[in-house]
């Protein structure tokens, strides 16, 4: 009697429980772009030619990323802005049908040693972050606020207010660890020219070369050179780990039209964006609102499980 | 001869000066055209909201608050308009009002309202205190976090006071975290004392944590802060003592 009453109860505990999920909140989610093509995943670093192509970027076949949060619900940075949504529309059922894959989801390498408090603490910052601007210029990539985000700047933006540096800081012009391609831009808007694409490795900005890059005031200039940072090289960070998704991240209804991480415009007013360096910003910001200067030198000492990762 | 010469270069700025006018308005109206038209795909309209939020031109408010009244209007678009108004920031008494009424709205969705609280915080709407209020007790916890967050970046008396009152009846550890880090970005110092309490007392290392550090960021700390910041350096979170640690005081 005694056996049955403990099942009965271990019945009931497992069907109160519901459905539970082992991607852990801070879990970041990749995404392709159509036709399963990601920026740096091929050898061939193409861009898009025409400036109708130019100007709405998806052509350049970035790929996306997201903050898993928690609830099989995400915030991401899209074109309108950084959201909170539901995880099925990562991938929306359009996409799917145009060819976009999932890439999978990857936390820390030393996640399982972050505390609860730390894992939350991800979240609270990422909530922090909803209703800020979209950068649709990648003049800052990483925020925040006005200067807007694009979607793997917030990850990036988030994981280092708590001290964790995924894809260390820096530009790859061509030398170094990455690929490098030779792009003939055949169409009349690009005036026949070539250029010279890279995409980093190991760092977090890739030089491109377009010739209407400069026209329509795109990526963040380095050296008198421009420079976008990639899902893909953030994916590739050994300072994460894959780990296993069991929550719905495609199928989703959101608008097809506005499901974008990577596009880009025109600027008619040239000065919305004075170039500013990222690194700056944040520090800045840090030091003027959240740490005494003997910690500002670590800005979170406490969650930084891995401090080996904040390579220079 | 010279005075001749010298009309005709007075003519020919003249002249560019204008055309450059022209040239600028017809850019202008090209954006409006793009903002209010449906037709457009999204990333288009996006760019031509965010080009005349940072335009000078009368006609780009009237555009912005068209988009933002809209009901039928698609509810990221409007988020941009709401954005994109704050940014402009005058006139400020209209604004604050629209961005209020879209709050109201019930049909408004999620990240419009979250946007919309967003931008009250970020033009630092003390006008708009009563609706912040009244948000910070809402419901859905989202939403009290970020009306939160709005209150932190308001900064005024009441805003603070506010805070701290909902800091010690909020049950969401989330919302309660976010309370603490908007008063300790205040550097108040009854602010102060209410992250002392929150050190001590809050069940959840989340809210403890955020205590901690805000603490850090005072210039200079009260006797019963240094205490509490002593006494957390023995907190059962790993991650508090780490923290706490590395805090002078």
């Not at chain 1, 989610?29 to 192509?53: A, F, Q, V």
């Not at chain 1, 994981?159 to 012009?173: F, L, S």
């Not at chain 1, 039209?257 to 800045?284: E, N, Q, Y």
């Not at chain 2, 969401?172 to 550097?187: F, N, P, S």
Request: aromatic share 8%.
């Amino acid at each position: 009697m005694r056996k049955i009453t403990m099942m009965a109860v271990s019945l009931i505990i497992f069907l109160c429980a519901g459905q539970s999920f082992a991607l852990e909140r801070g879990a970041i989610l990749y995404h392709t772009s159509e036709d399963g093509k990601m920026y740096g995943e091929t050898d061939i670093l193409e861009l898009p030619c025409s400036i109708t192509d130019a100007l709405i970027l998806r052509e350049i076949k970035s790929g996306h990323a997201a903050l898993y949060i928690g609830n099989e619900r995400i915030i991401h940075a899209v074109g309108t802005g950084v959201e909170e949504a539901d995880s099925e529309s990562f991938i929306t059922q359009g996409e799917l049908d145009r060819g976009f894959e999932y890439v999978g989801a990857k936390v820390p390498v030393d996640y399982d040693t972050w505390t609860e408090a730390e894992k939350d603490q991800l979240i609270l910052i990422a909530r922090q972050q909803v209703g800020a601007d979209y950068d649709l210029q990648f003049r800052h990539q990483k925020g925040p606020y006005d200067d807007g985000f694009t979607c793997v700047g917030l990850v990036e933006y988030v994981y280092e207010r708590v001290g964790y540096d995924i894809t260390p800081g820096g530009y790859y012009p061509g030398t170094g660890t990455g690929k490098i391609y030779d792009q003939d831009y055949d169409c009349i808007d690009a005036g026949f020219q070539s250029g010279t694409n890279t995409f980093a490795e190991e760092v977090e900005f890739s030089r491109i070369e377009h010739p209407l890059a400069s026209g329509l005031n795109i990526g963040m200039i380095h050296d008198d050179a421009r420079y976008i940072f990639f899902p893909y090289t953030q994916y590739l960070q050994d300072t994460t780990v894959a780990v296993e998704t069991d929550v719905a991240v495609s199928g989703g209804s959101r608008s097809e039209d506005d499901s974008w991480c990577f596009i880009a415009t025109a600027a008619s007013g040239s000065a919305m964006h004075p170039h500013v360096s990222v690194f700056r910003d944040f520090r800045d910001w840090y030091f003027r609102t959240s740490v005494p200067a003997a910690a500002a030198r670590h800005p979170w000492p406490a969650l930084s499980p891995g401090t080996g990762f904040s390579r220079p | 001869m010279s005075v001749k010469h010298g009309g005709s270069a007075l003519l020919c700025c003249i002249l560019m000066v204008l055309s450059f006018g022209v040239a600028a308005g017809a850019a202008v109206s090209e954006d409006i055209a793009t903002a209010l038209d449906c037709r457009h795909a999204v990333v288009d309209r996006v760019r031509a909201i965010q080009t005349l939020a940072r335009s000078d031109d009368e006609r780009a408010l009237e555009t912005l608050a068209t988009i933002l009244s809209d009901g039928s209007e698609d509810g990221r678009i409007r988020a941009t308009a709401a954005r994109g108004l704050a940014f402009k920031r005058e006139p400020r008494a209209e604004i604050i009002t629209l961005l209020e009424d879209i709050y109201q709205e019930p049909s408004a969705d999620d990240n419009l309202l979250y946007t919309v609280l967003f931008s009250l915080g970020r033009m630092q709407a003390t006008e708009a205190f009563a609706l912040l209020a009244g948000a910070v007790s809402n419901g859905r916890s989202m939403i009290r976090f970020k009306a939160a967050q709005a209150l932190g970046m308001l900064g005024s008396d009441d805003a603070i006071s506010l805070l701290i009152t909902r800091l010690d009846g909020e049950t969401d550890k989330m919302v309660r975290a976010e309370i603490v880090q908007a008063l300790g970005e205040t550097r108040n110092s009854k602010a102060e004392a209410a992250l002392v309490r929150a050190l001590r007392n809050d069940s959840e290392p989340l809210v403890r944590m955020n205590a901690a550090l805000m603490l850090g960021g005072y210039e200079s700390l009260s006797a019963a802060a240094v205490s509490a910041l002593d006494r957390a350096e023995y907190d059962e979170s790993p991650a508090i003592r780490r923290i706490v640690k590395g805090i002078e005081r």
